[in-house]
């Protein structure tokens, strides 16, 4: 009878035992662990090293900016077509990522990514877009860059893109 007894009250409290269990072999490797490695003060927070923040997250880091190897003819700029795109818009024009579009921004010096991550103008890149602000679905704030249409012939050599509006058509009319 006392034996009944023992086991229901067992059953009754595994999720405790359990918890309990897991707390003390947490705290014994907790304890061989100090002990086997001997002093712990190196672990504490004055002692560890952290890189210092950059003193404007709007700064562009050295590495993110890319040096321009592209010339802008004097007329680009007069004859901007003014249907702006965003990277996925223009994306989907050739059939890339948003990623590649932007990828190819970047090298070819129109813009940077700043710290946080977000992309901005370069002198060269500034006639050729505009900043956006714009708010997800659920009311989160962003900025965004939709750039002019004819920015495609700037990131993208001719070849590239005959080529790739040669496959886009192919496709289409298989489909």
């Known amino acids: 009878m006392k ?4 086991k229901k009250w067992f ?4 999720k405790q035992i359990i918890i309990i269990g897991s707390i003390v072999i947490g705290t014994v490797v907790a304890i061989v662990l ?20 950059p003193d404007d997250p709007e700064e562009p880091s050295i590495d993110t ?6 010339t802008i003819p004097d ?6 077509s003014g249907n702006r795109l965003t990277a996925t ?12 579009i932007n990828k190819r921004i970047v090298e070819t010096g129109l813009a940077y990514r700043n710290a946080l991550g977000e992309y901005e103008f370069t002198e060269l890149g500034e006639g050729l877009g505009v900043k956006t602000y ?6 989160w704030p962003f900025t965004n860059i939709e ?24 496709y289409k009319r298989t489909a």
């Open 3 to 6: 034996t009944e007894k023992i």
């Open 11 to 14: 059953k009754d409290h595994k």
């Open 34 to 53: 100090v002990n086997k490695c001997g002093d712990t003060s190196a672990l504490a927070e004055d002692d560890l090293q952290f890189p210092d923040p």
């Open 65 to 70: 900016i890319e040096e321009p190897h592209i």
């Open 75 to 80: 007329d680009f700029y007069d004859n901007l």
């Open 89 to 100: 818009e223009l994306g989907e024009k050739l059939w890339y990522s948003a990623q590649t």
């Open 134 to 139: 714009k708010e997800t679905r659920y009311g």
């Open 147 to 170: 750039w002019d249409e004819r920015i495609l012939e700037l990131i993208f050599t001719p070849e590239e893109l005959e080529s790739r509006k040669a496959l886009i058509a192919k």
